[in-house]
T-cell receptor, first 113, second 110 residues
């Protein structure tokens, strides 16, 4: 079992460029999440998907879109990157929504110039 | 406002000593999670505390939850170097998201 995988590991973008962060899990979990981690701010939830076919906004959704492609995959898209989106992005999954341990991917380090 | 506060934010301690990290939260919850993060790495689940008075132990780490005081503690016994990491608590306030504390960066000095 690979657990939760994320691609890419690192990315540098110019302001205004777009990109998609990919996340996949092989644990047959129903729920998946996208967080961003900034220094001194813990993790903040961007979007989540409680189950296949559903997505909901988290704490900081502006500037992002998500797609729950199937039960395994949950992608995060930046349509027009801004320097404020420079961060480390973590994908996580759990068997059910929020009330169980979340398993985190290795993270994507994004720098927007 | 739903808030989770950890203290201290930074902790440097000698091997062999005991210490406690505190996690306070702003409103009622009986679901709290502790995670560990090594530098440049992802988060690893340590403990899940799901009721008042819950206590979980793993090796030199012990976590407890007092829902009346809105407080969780992570106690480190006889610290060793490989416990150096950042520790996060996260609270489920029942609003369909976890709210994370800002983390406690723990450094164990030989």
């Amino acid at each position: 079992n690979a657990g939760v995988t994320q691609t890419p590991k690192f990315q540098v973008l110019k302001t205004g460029q777009s990109m998609t962060l990919q996340c996949a899990q092989d644990m047959n979990h129903n729920s998946m999440y996208w967080y961003r981690q900034d220094p001194g701010m813990g993790l903040r939830l961007i979007y989540y998907s409680a189950s296949e076919g559903t997505t909901d906004k988290g704490e900081v959704p502006n500037g992002y879109n998500v797609s729950r492609l199937n039960k395994r995959e949950f992608s995060l898209r930046l349509e027009s990157a801004a320097p404020s989106q420079t961060s480390v992005y973590f994908c996580a999954s759990s068997p059910g929504v929020f009330q169980e341990t979340q398993y985190f991917g290795p993270g994507t380090r994004l720098l927007v110039l | 406002e739903l808030k989770v506060e950890q203290n201290p934010l930074f902790l440097s301690m000698q091997e062999g000593k005991n210490y406690t990290i505190y996690c306070n939260y702003s409103t009622t919850s009986d679901r709290l999670y502790w995670y560990r993060q090594d530098p440049g790495k992802s988060l690893e689940s340590l403990f899940v505390l799901l009721s008042n008075g819950a206590v979980k132990q793993e090796g030199r780490l012990m976590a407890s939850l007092d829902t009346k005081a809105r407080l969780s503690t992570l106690h480190i016994t006889a610290a060793v170097h490989d416990l150096s990491a950042t520790y996060f608590c996260a609270v489920d306030f029942g609003n369909e998201k976890l709210t994370f504390g800002t983390g406690t960066r723990l450094t164990i000095i030989p």
